[in-house]
C-alpha cells in the first residue's frame, strides 16, 4: 500500500512553514510539522492540509491535558462567581443574570482549553496556572467590549453585558480558585527513576523534599484563598436572612478550624537524611496518605458554600414556586458538581496511590 | 488502561494498530496514514490518524518516541510508533472477534 504514497523533495515557503508551525501545538509542533512538510506538494494544498489538520490536534491535545470532570468543575467555579446562580429577582433588565455570565463563562473556559491544548509542558507548574489565568481574563474582557459594542451600536439589549463591579469582584474569586485548581493537579509528580533498580536512599530524599515544598505551596494558597472565601462570606452573611447568615458563620467558623490545621498540622513533616532506605519509605508513604485523606476532604469543603447556593438559589425557590424546570435544574447542577469534584479528587488519589505504589515496589526490592 | 481492564477498539482504532504492525521499523505519521488510507479503502483525513494515535497511546496499546532529525522534512524529526504488549493482545482478540463475524456473514449470506 506504501507503493502509492508519492512523496515529495520540494520543502513549503518559509513564511508559510512559519506560519504553519506557529498554529501547530508545541507538544506535537515538530513531528506533525515534519509529517506536513513531507507531504508538500503545493503551497495551497500544504495550508489546506495544514488548516484541516489542525482541529484534529487541538481537540486530542486538548483532551489529553485537561479532563471533563475537572473542566466541568472550573465551568461551575466561574459560572458560580461571576454570579450565575443569583436570584432571578436580582437580576438587572430583561436578560438573566445566568444568560449574560454564561457567555463570559464560555469565553474563559475556551480560553483555558486553548491554553491546554497549546500548552508547552504536561506539568501543571506555577508559571502555566498564571499564563492560563491571565488567558481566562482578558477572553472574559474580550467577550465584554464585543457585548458592549454590539449593545452600543443598538443590536442586543445592554444588560447583556455584567456590571463592572460584579465582574472584578467575581473574577477575583474565580482566579483564585482555579489557581489552586490549576497549581494542586501536580502534587506528586512523574519520578520515573523510583523504577530504576538503583534508586537509593539520597535520590528519595531529594523526592521527598520537592514533594514537601509543593505541600508547603499548596498550604499557603489554600490558607490565601480560604481567607477570601470567608472574607467574602463574612460580607455575604452580615446582609443575608438570619437563617441563612446562621448557617453562613457556622460554615466561617469551621473554615477557620481548617485554616488553623492546615497551617499547624498540614504540614509535611522533614525527613532526617540519616536514615536508612526503609524508614524513609514508611515516613514518605505516611506523609502522601495523610496528604490524600487531607486533599479528598479540602476540595469537598471548598463547594460547600456552592451546594448551598444551589439549594438556596435554585432547587427550594423552584419546588415552592412550582418552577420545576428550576429544580431539575438545581438537582442536575448539584450531582453534576458532585461528580466533578468525585471524579477530580480521584484524578488526585490516583497520582498519590500510584507514588505510594513505587515505593512499596522499592521495598520489595531491597527485600529480594 | 486502568485497573487491568481489556480495553476494546474501535474499527478505526484496529485500522491504526494494524497499520503500525503492518510497518513495523517505519511506523510513524505519514507511513501510518498512508497504510490506514490503503487498508480503508477510502480516503482518511491526516488529522484522524493523529488524534487516534493519541488516543491508544494514552490507552496504552501503542508507545511512541521521537527520533533524531534528519536532513529531510526541514530537518523535523519522526515520531515513531510501535505496538505494546496490550496493543498486540488488543488487536489479535479485535481480529479473533472479526473472523467470527465474518463466518457468520458468510454463513448467512453464501
Known sequence: ?368 | MNNGERPSLGSFEQLVLTSILRLGEGAYGVTIHAEIEGLAGRPIKLGAAYSTLDRVEDKGLVRSWLADPTQKRGGRSKRYYRLTVAGENALKESAATSRRILRVVDHSWG
Not at chain 1, 498554529?23 to 509542533?29: A, D, I, T
Request: with cysteine; glycine share 6%.
Open chain 1, 1 to 368: 500500500m506504501l507503493r502509492d504514497l508519492q512523496l515529495n523533495n520540494e520543502a513549503p515557503p518559509v513564511r508559510l512553514d512559519r506560519m504553519v508551525r506557529g498554529l501547530l501545538p508545541p507538544m506535537v509542533r515538530e513531528e506533525v510539522a515534519g509529517d506536513l512538510s513531507e507531504r508538500f506538494s503545493s503551497s495551497s494544498r500544504y495550508f489546506g492540509e495544514a488548516l484541516v489538520t489542525l482541529p484534529y490536534i487541538l481537540f486530542s491535545q486538548m483532551r489529553r491535558a485537561t479532563s471533563g470532570p475537572m473542566l466541568l468543575l472550573e465551568a461551575f467555579i466561574v459560572f458560580a462567581s461571576l454570579g450565575g446562580f443569583q436570584p432571578t429577582d436580582l437580576t438587572r433588565g430583561p436578560v438573566p443574570a445566568s444568560a449574560s455570565t454564561a457567555i463570559a463563562t464560555i469565553a474563559g473556559l475556551v480560553a483555558l482549553l486553548l491554553r491546554d491544548a497549546y500548552r508547552t509542558t504536561n506539568r501543571w507548574t506555577v508559571v502555566r496556572a498564571l499564563y492560563d489565568l491571565v488567558a481566562l481574563v482578558l477572553a472574559i474582557m474580550a467577550s465584554q467590549a464585543v457585548l458592549m459594542a454590539l449593545a452600543h451600536s443598538g443590536l442586543i439589549d445592554s444588560s447583556w453585558r455584567m456590571p463592572g463591579l460584579w465582574l472584578f469582584g467575581g473574577m477575583v474569586f474565580a482566579l483564585t480558585m482555579l489557581f489552586i485548581l490549576r497549581t494542586g493537579v501536580d502534587l506528586v509528580g512523574a519520578a520515573p527513576w523510583l523504577e530504576c533498580p538503583d534508586a537509593n536512599a539520597a535520590d528519595l530524599c531529594k523526592d521527598y523534599a520537592a514533594f514537601r515544598s509543593k505541600v508547603v505551596f499548596k498550604n499557603s494558597v489554600e490558607t490565601i484563598a480560604l481567607t477570601l472565601l470567608v472574607a467574602v462570606a463574612f460580607w455575604f452573611d452580615l446582609h443575608a436572612r438570619p437563617v441563612v447568615a446562621g448557617i453562613g458563620f457556622t460554615w466561617i467558623g469551621l473554615t477557620l478550624l481548617l485554616m488553623t490545621y492546615n497551617l499547624t498540622r498540614g504540614r509535611v513533616s522533614p525527613m532526617d537524611e540519616q536514615s536508612d532506605i526503609g524508614k524513609i519509605i514508611t515516613q514518605y508513604r505516611k506523609e502522601l496518605d495523610r496528604q490524600r485523606r487531607a486533599i479528598r476532604f479540602v476540595w469537598w469543603w471548598y463547594f460547600v458554600a456552592l451546594f448551598a447556593g444551589l439549594f438556596i438559589n435554585l432547587l427550594i425557590p423552584g419546588i415552592i414556586q412550582g418552577r420545576y424546570v428550576q429544580a431539575i435544574a438545581g438537582v442536575a447542577c448539584i450531582l453534576l458538581l458532585a461528580y466533578s469534584i468525585i471524579k477530580v479528587n480521584k484524578q488526585r488519589r490516583v497520582q498519590l496511590a500510584d507514588k505510594i505504589a513505587a515505593l512499596d515496589r522499592i521495598v520489595a526490592r531491597s527485600g529480594q
